[in-house]
Nanobody, 120 residues
């Protein structure tokens, strides 16, 4: 089974860039079977799909976040990274990485989540 672990700073100041890394084990991020996805959940709100990177390296983003979001990968480390620029307190959330089966809405597993707080 694929396992994922998010890592990165838990506190980011407003206007700065949030950066999180997802380390994958048990599967390669170059596989075409999964879309490697970032999802977040603000306090008291539902899950929000942010974007994903496919095994091909193609990326897709939520229209509401596209101007501030970048997802990249390091295949040598089997990691993919989220960068969210110009953050505000509204970006405070638990951030998850997860592999979505290509062409479906099924997520095979989830990272434990990373709490990120945006505050000065």
């Amino acid at each position: 089974q694929v396992q994922l672990q998010e890592s990165g700073p838990g506190l980011v100041k407003p206007s700065q860039t949030l950066s999180l890394t997802c380390t994958v084990s048990g599967g390669s991020i170059t596989t075409n079977y999964y879309c490697w996805t970032w999802i977040r959940q603000p306090p008291g709100k539902g899950l929000e799909w942010m974007g994903h990177i496919e095994g091909s390296g193609n990326t897709y983003y939520s229209p509401s976040l596209e101007s501030r979001t970048s997802i990249s990968r390091d295949t040598s480390k089997n990691q993919f990274t989220l960068q969210l620029s110009s953050v505000t307190p509204e970006d405070t959330a638990v951030y998850y990485c997860a592999p979505k089966v290509y062409g479906t809405s099924q997520y095979d597993s989830w990272g434990q989540g990373a709490q990120v707080t945006v505050s000065s």
